[in-house]
Nanobody
Framework: QVQLVESGGGLVQPGGSLRLSCAASGFTFSSFTMRWYRQTPGKERELVAQISSGGGSTGYADSMKGRVTIARDNAKNTVYLQMNSLKPEDTAVYFC?????????WGQGTQVTVSS
C-alpha cells in the first residue's frame, strides 16, 4: 500500500531554515509527481510546491516562492522541501502528497513552528 512518511519538522526561529523529507513506498515513486502541502487550523490545505516525476519541472506557491526548494531522489524514493528565511506565518503542518490511481494519498504530516 502507498505510504508517505514525513520528517524534519520542528521549532525554528524566524529567518531560520528547515529541510523536510518524505519517504515514499508502495508505488513506483519515479513515475509520479510529488507535492508538499501545508495546513493551519481553520484553513484549507495549501499547495506549497510540486515536482515532476523526473525532477525536471517544479512549481511553487507565491507565498513561498524564492524561499523554498523542492527536490527528489528517485533512487531513495524520497522528496525533500528545503525552506529558508522562514516566517512565523509559515507555521503549519506540512504534508507530502501523491495522486496515485486517481486517489490522493497523504502522509501524517510534520509540524513546523516558526517562533522566537
Amino acid at each position: 500500500q502507498v505510504q508517505l512518511v514525513e520528517s524534519g519538522g520542528g521549532l525554528v526561529q524566524p529567518g531560520g531554515s528547515l529541510r523536510l523529507s518524505c519517504a515514499a513506498s508502495g508505488f513506483t515513486f519515479s513515475s509520479f509527481t510529488m507535492r508538499w502541502y501545508r495546513q493551519t487550523p481553520g484553513k484549507e490545505r495549501e499547495l506549497v510546491a510540486q515536482i515532476s516525476s523526473g525532477g525536471g519541472s517544479t512549481g511553487y506557491a507565491d507565498s513561498m516562492k524564492g524561499r523554498v526548494t523542492i527536490a527528489r531522489d528517485n533512487a531513495k524514493n524520497t522528496v525533500y522541501l528545503q525552506m529558508n528565511s522562514l516566517k512565523p506565518e509559515d507555521t503549519a503542518v506540512y504534508f507530502c502528497h501523491v495522486r496515485y490511481v486517481r486517489m490522493d494519498y497523504w502522509g501524517q504530516g510534520t509540524q513546523v513552528t516558526v517562533s522566537s
